[in-house]
């Protein structure tokens, strides 16, 4: 690191990191420069001329804009002389003279930097009294967003957030002069996942947001911090909250995470909180129909029986799946509960998906997302970021465009990362395994030549014919390439990491440690020694009658499976089910009870990402109704049962956590809500008991067919929570099927008609959708679509238009 | 990235016109390097993406064959080039030539600026809407000498420059090129503008036969150092308006690091009232190709760009054939004139934009972007286009050069002030009886220059145009020296100097310049952007005498915008916006606001 250079702000002189911007040095230093185009995560343009300061660098005196300059040794800053002023009044005469006075009724007004700098800095009058702009208002660019031209004061940040972050530059300055406006093509959408963001940094109100417009003023609300239950690195947000409803999130600039974006599914996606088919108050089947009850009726009936079975039958009849929706807290309480009252080790938070919880949860040399920004080399082999991990899309985008990392993506088809990359990689749906060996052979010896120095690898199951194992073997092959690469293992659902690291696997206790029953935490006391059974040995239990009872806690199997009527006739021969949720969801159909749960933005607790950060998130509302958080209901159950875990509230639950767990010794509450607001990575001192070496598996054998069908995730899909946002919903893509153009000649398929895809364990009509980006012999079909059909995971398909 | 229109196809034409300059499209995935086989390897579409600079032939390519830009049209070219279409509509829309209207076939763009407008521009006009003909109000057109002035495009044939302009020939086809300008002075008194209307510019013969080519043997002979030594020798400084020593900014660029250098002759004349640019690409086209390859060889470049205002066809075609003769010669491409150093010059065609005389802003139009300039530093030798070490001449410094080369440093250094060396030439248009370009040392006073062009009752003289200010009598004494300017409180700026006799209203003079300005804004940054157009709604009240509060008031907002735009926009444009009003302000010119 180079010497700190001296300069000297208004007569403060102070030490600063020599090539830093002005701006950013003046105000780390308490010297706030005001500034409407200058936005700390993106690259200075000096457009809006607000930052004009005088400089001088021993050639005498000079008006610059203190966002393009950098400090150099000995400079002298003035930025409130005679000159500054007088050009910082010009500024926001000239910006006033144009842009409307709506403030009362603009979303912007009171949080807005052109209000508070004309206050600040401005003239106090304007004599410019000509009929300012005037535009049809407002334009909606987007399904979320709204642009009031005349408001507008060109200062560019929206347009180079879409370039220079989340690279899909669809808005732009047109025209030029007094003319320019930002728009997009003309009835082009500005269908970006990250449009949001551009709502959050314009300093005036010309882009609003649908959900929140007219909604609120900005001094009614209160906020509180937390982290996103929906992208799995846990993008830091705060709520803003009015009358116990959420009317906004809003990005906060977390160094470690998320640089303060957030994805729109991430900002919009709380629209489902409130709405009005969240489950409120206990639900009993009586007659085939659920029936409203007491929560001490719906607790009782539920201990009573879950006891009775344990009792005849031993807690091996008991399954236990789901517990990645809740807070670390609620999946230890989950954890405890099902191995010390249920006292059984049949439990899966991972629902079968993805790699091995070993892999995920311990895997040596973990990778942070930060690592990616001085990386020689970022290989992705796994999910499309951009559709499954949006902070993580961003970071490594930016770390190719503009920290000059080589970057390698491999992939069946195109993906959100491909135009920054190196180097792409495709193979066919299920061929993941021949192609490493292919690799570790030998062949692309240019692609695979780049894996070498730092290397960060992102695994994670590209395709549903992949082999969820793949991202292991990747991972071990990245290991003997590179060294000691840093490997982010990918999975999806909320709080996954945290759930495995509360033991939420059959093969795992709290604190990332092997299962053993002399390993159990001490105050669990004894716990069963026999081996648990995964989600998939679970339901083939289901349907071997070996298992009676079933735990769902925000688990959805008939949902997510892939051949959901084995997932359905499992639950259907389940002689008790008991779900503990927020919705109702498919599998909710066999349920016996139903206990409503809070969710988001309703509890306490901590969650834990994918790279390991623990962070705190936070209640701001009551949940609706009678819904309470996991934890507590379990906590009550375990009393019905005569085994009282005796958990006291989250609080409590996470001090045991940092006593018991050996990873998350250290991580108190009162840390992460002070000396780590970013969070704290686990384990803090850097052991733990289990570290998992990524093993090379023997792979299966690439399948042949003339066209292969490969499945994967997009960012809107018909989960439940997203089902139930008004906006939001309205984005899946449905059932549609992406072919190749000349693949699409050949069956005959133009854009948008129908056509009917058989697979060996399902079909469907789809839409079909001409598609570069997929290559000849493949058909893509976004997972989870409303209304699609489930196709299995077996890739070999036929194609035919419907006529 | 959303990159396609689905909606919005070109038709076969636009196609063709797109196809004709990128080549036919690749079916395949247009990431790059496509190996078909399983284990697909692409390149991240780099290659595509370093295309984007054929962004702006494009889409002259689309108009010059349908007349406008459809958004199929666009979509296609984006789709081509892995442009995403907003940026492309972006682009589009940034340049006033550009039209993405729909609205196809043949346009008149018809110049009203100060110069055309006192010579019976308004005239053609009514004439042009009485024939029913389609025209557009047009900034200057760069053809002062022979006023008024129009350019015509007919989509297939292109655009043709039409002065002096009458409204019943602009209804046909002009058909043949402009006959050469008229060069008042004796040949013997002339360097620059020597093979002017002598020397055939379409004949490389020729014009090796009166001594072109010498200057590039004799500088292979002496070595890039020797070169450049001239011109520091000389002390040839920048004809453009900036006035930067030449020698420097030669030696910055054979000095700045790495390889990758571009040098880019700046043809962007589009100051009203300047045309000496235009006279000499057209009538010397193969001077600017031999003097950009003595540039290329002295800094190490290997590829030049002349970049030519979109409103010069005849100098287009001029220069396109003489690069292509000069490559058929060998003079350029791998191995010059057999000297071991490759260097290919290719042209780009503005498309009606001021801005882009700025070298930031033609970096950024030269790569496909909107002409918006950015902040200096870094300057153009660090960082200049694509991001490599870029030098930029103006065309008449580039023919100095030359002189230079030819003299040696020491003799051309001789003619001229101390600080201001060499022959330069000025626009003279106006009130004069002989408009056009004059060559003279510098240090010649104004009046003389008024005298040769025979200044018909001159009461003020515009100096530079619009950027440039108004000076009166008091000052026609004043030497044409860049010391001489700066004494009188003008400047030489372009070499524009346009003269207004006794009879002249200024206030619609002084309202045009205003106009110039607000149409000319790229409205990057705020202080021009609204600056510009408040500045010509103060002009148009006070014009309509219905002035906000008194016209007291008014004068201090015109003071007040005038301070603003000059201390705190970006670039050039915006700090010289007010200098020409303001100095008709101060020097009380009739029809000025008092």
Redesign the interface.
């Known amino acids: 690191m180079s010497e700190p250079v001296t300069i000297k702000v208004d007569g403060k002189e102070f030490e600063v990191r020599p090539g830093e911007l002005l701006i950013k040095a003046a105000e780390d230093h308490g010297t706030y420069i005001p500034r409407f185009c200058w936005h700390n995560r993106m690259k200075p343009v000096g457009m809006c001329r607000m930052c004009l300061v005088e400089v001088d660098t021993g050639r005498g005196p000079m008006m610059v804009t203190a966002c393009t300059n950098e400090v150099v040794d000995g400079m002298t800053v003035d930025t409130q002389n005679e000159a500054v002023q007088k050009a910082q009044e010009a500024v926001l005469e000239f910006l006033l003279a144009n842009h409307p006075l709506d403030c009362p009724v603009c979303d912007k007004g009171g949080e807005c930097p052109l209000q508070d700098q004309a206050m600040a800095y401005g003239p106090g009058e304007s004599r410019f009294v000509e009929i300012k702009r005037t535009f049809e208002k407002p334009i909606p660019i987007s399904e979320l967003v709204l642009l009031d031209r005349e408001r507008c004061i060109l200062c560019a940040r929206c347009t180079r957030f879409s370039e220079e972050i989340s690279g899909d530059p669809l808005i732009e300055f047109q025209d030029r002069g007094n003319k320019t406006e930002v728009n997009t093509f003309p009835d082009h959408p500005f269908s970006s996942y990250f449009s949001g963001n551009t709502v959050q940094i314009c300093p005036v109100g010309a882009l609003t947001a649908k959900p929140y417009r007219f909604r609120a003023r900005p001094w009614d609300l209160h906020m509180v911090e937390s982290s996103s239950f929906f992208d799995t690195a846990h993008p830091r947000l705060s709520i803003h909250v009015s009358q116990n409803e959420i009317l906004r999130l809003v990005g906060i600039d977390s160094e470690p995470v998320n640089h303060s974006w957030l994805s729109d599914k991430d900002r919009f996606g709380f629209e489902h909180v409130r709405s009005e088919n969240r489950l409120d108050t206990p639900l009993v089947r009586r007659g085939g129909e659920l029936e409203p009850v007491s929560w001490s009726e719906a607790l009782d009936m539920v201990g009573n029986r879950l006891g009775l079975i344990v009792e005849e039958s031993g807690g091996d009849s008991i399954a236990v799946i789901g517990g990645a929706s809740g807070t670390n807290e609620d999946a230890y309480a989950l954890s405890r509960f099902a191995r010390t009252v249920l006292q059984t080790n049949n439990v899966d938070a991972t629902m079968g998906e993805g790699p091995s919880a070993h892999f995920l949860a311990a895997s040596i040399d973990r990778g942070l997302i930060a690592d990616v920004d001085d990386a020689d080399t970022v290989l992705v082999w796994g999910p499309d970021l951009k559709e499954t991990h949006p902070t993580l899309y961003l970071r490594v985008r930016r770390a190719a465009q503009e920290l000059g990392v080589n970057l390698v993506v491999i992939h069946p088809r195109v993906t959100g990362l491909d135009d920054r990359a190196t180097a792409t990689l495709r193979y066919r749906p299920g061929g993941g395994h021949e192609l490493l060996s292919d690799l570790s052979d030998g062949s692309h010896e240019q692609v695979t030549s780049l894996i070498s120095g730092k290397v960060v690898a992102i695994v994670g199951q590209a395709s549903l014919a992949d082999d969820p194992g793949l991202a292991e073997s990747v991972a071990a092959f990245v290991r003997e390439k590179a060294g000691t690469p840093r490997i982010i293992p990918l999975a999806n659902r909320a709080n996954i990491y945290g759930a495995l690291d509360m033991g939420l696997a059959p093969d795992l206790l709290p604190g990332r440690v092997a299962y053993g029953p002399e390993a159990a935490p001490e105050p669990w006391g004894e716990i069963p020694a026999k081996r648990g059974l995964d989600t998939p040995g679970m339901l083939d239990a289901l349907s071997e009658e070996k298992i009676r009872a079933v735990l769902l806690v925000g688990a959805d199997p008939v949902g997510n499976s892939h051949e959901p009527e084995l997932a359905s006739d499992a639950l259907d021969l389940a002689e008790y089910v008991v779900s503990i949720d927020t919705f109702l969801n498919d599998s909710n159909h066999y349920a016996d009870v139903i206990l409503p749960a809070a969710g988001f933005s309703e509890k306490d607790g901590t969650i834990t990402n994918l790279e390991g950060r623990v962070q705190k998130v936070n209640k701001i509302i009551p949940a609706p109704g009678q819904g309470r958080p996991d934890w507590s209901i379990l906590d009550d159950l375990s009393t019905v049962m005569g085994k009282s875990m005796g958990l006291g509230s989250p609080e409590t639950i996470a001090k045991e956590v940092a006593a018991v767990a050996p990873a998350y010794q250290g991580i108190s509450w009162d840390l992460l809500e002070w000396d780590a607001r970013d969070g704290a990575v686990v384990p803090l001192d850097g052991e733990q008991p289990l570290t998992h070496i990524p093993v090379r598996a023997k792979g299966t054998k690439a399948p042949s067919a003339e066209l292969l069908l490969h499945q994967g995730r997009v960012m809107y899909d018909d989960g439940v929570r997203l089902r139930n946002c008004h906006y939001l919903s309205r984005l899946a893509p449905g059932p549609v099927a992406h072919i190749h153009p000349d693949e699409a000649k050949r069956l005959g398929a133009r854009e948008g008609v129908a056509v009917r895809v058989v697979t060996s364990k399902g079909e469907g009509e789809f839409a079909a959708r001409i598609d570069e980006g997929t290559p000849e012999g493949v058909v893509f079909v976004p997972l989870h679509q409303p209304g699609a059909a489930r196709l299995g995971t077996d890739p070999v398909v036929r194609v035919t238009v419907v006529t | ?2 990159i396609r ?3 919005d196809k070109p038709t076969e034409e636009e196609k063709v016109a797109v196809d004709a300059l990128l080549g036919p499209p690749e ?1 395949a ?3 790059g390097d496509y190996e078909p086989l ?8 780099h290659a595509a ?1 370093e295309q984007r600079h054929l962004l702006l032939p494009a889409l002259h390519a689309v108009q010059d064959a349908v007349g406008s830009i459809s ?1 199929g049209a ?1 979509g296609y070219v984006s789709e081509r080039l ?1 442009i ?7 682009v589009a ?2 340049y006033a030539l550009f039209r993405t209207d729909r609205s196809g076939g043949r346009v008149v763009h018809l110049c009203d600026d100060f110069v055309c407008s006192g010579r019976g521009a308004g005239e053609i006009a009514s004439a042009l809407d009485e024939a029913g003909v389609r025209w557009e109000p047009s900034p200057c057109l760069g053809q002062c000498d022979r006023a008024p002035a129009a350019l015509v495009h007919q989509p297939g044939d292109g655009y043709v420059s039409v002065a002096p302009a009458d409204g019943s020939a602009l209804g046909a086809d002009p058909a043949s090129d402009q006959p050469p300008p008229v060069i008042h002075q004796a040949r013997t008194e002339l360097r620059l503008l020597r093979r002017v209307g002598v020397v055939e510019p379409t004949s490389l013969e020729d014009y090796t036969g009166s001594g072109g080519y010498d200057v590039l043997r004799s500088a292979i002979e002496m070595g890039p150092d020797e070169v450049i030594g001239h011109l520091e020798s000389s002390r040839l400084r920048g004809r453009g308006g900036a006035a930067f020593p030449i020698g420097a900014k030669w030696r910055g660029l054979r000095q700045a690091a790495g390889g990758g250098k571009f040098v880019i002759a700046n043809g962007d004349e589009s100051e009203p009232g300047t045309f000496k640019d235009r006279v000499l690409m057209e009538g010397d086209p193969f001077a600017l190709v031999e003097a950009m390859t003595v540039y290329a060889y002295a800094t190490g470049a290997e590829k030049g760009f002349v970049y030519l205002r979109g409103e010069y066809p005849l100098a287009e075609r001029r220069i396109l054939a003489a690069i292509a003769q000069a490559k058929r010669a060998g003079l350029l491409g791998d191995n010059v004139a057999g000297a071991g150093f490759s260097f290919d010059l290719e042209l780009r065609r503005g498309a009606g ?1 001021y801005i882009c005389g700025e070298e930031t802003a033609l970096f950024a139009s030269i790569e496909g972007h ?1 002409g918006e300039p ?2 200096k530093p870094p300057f153009p030798t660090e960082r200049g286009v694509f991001g490599m070490p870029t030098g930029v001449n103006n065309i008449e410094t580039l023919l100095a050069a030359l002189a230079v080369l030819e003299l040696g440093g020491e003799a051309f250094s001789a003619i001229g002030t101390q600080e201001s060396t060499g022959p330069k030439l000025f626009c003279v248009s106006g009130d004069v009886e002989r408009p056009g370009v004059y060559e003279v040392p510098l240090g010649t006073e104004l009046d003389e220059l008024l005298k040769l062009s025979g200044a018909i009752e001159p009461m003020a003289v515009l100096m530079g145009g619009a950027a440039g200010s108004f000076v009166d009598e008091d000052q026609f004494g004043m030497p044409l020296s860049f010391e001489g300017a700066r004494a009188a409180g003008t400047t030489l700026g372009s070499g524009a100097v346009v003269v207004f006799s006794s009879a002249t209203d200024f206030s619609p003079v002084l309202r045009r310049i205003a106009r110039f300005f ?10 021009c ?6 500045q010509e ?1 103060a002009l148009a009240r006070l014009d309509a005498r219905s002035p ?1 509060g008194t016209e007291a ?1 008014e004068r201090r ?1 015109l003071d ?1 915008l005038a ?2 735009m000059t ?4 670039c050039g444009l915006g700090q010289t916006a007010a200098s020409a009003i303001q100095s008709a302000i101060r020097l009380g010119l009739p029809g000025a606001p008092s």
Do not use: H, N
């Open positions: 990235m959303d229109l689905l909606l079916s995935w247009r990431g399983d284990g697909r390897v692409a390149y991240g579409g993406r958004k666009l892995m995403p279409p907003a940026e492309a509509y972006g829309t940034f934009a909107r950015r902040q607000r149409d000319e804004s790229c409205g990057q940054c705020v202080p952007r609204i600056g510009t157009v408040r709604e906000l008031d907002r007040d301070t603003a201390d705190s926009s970006i």
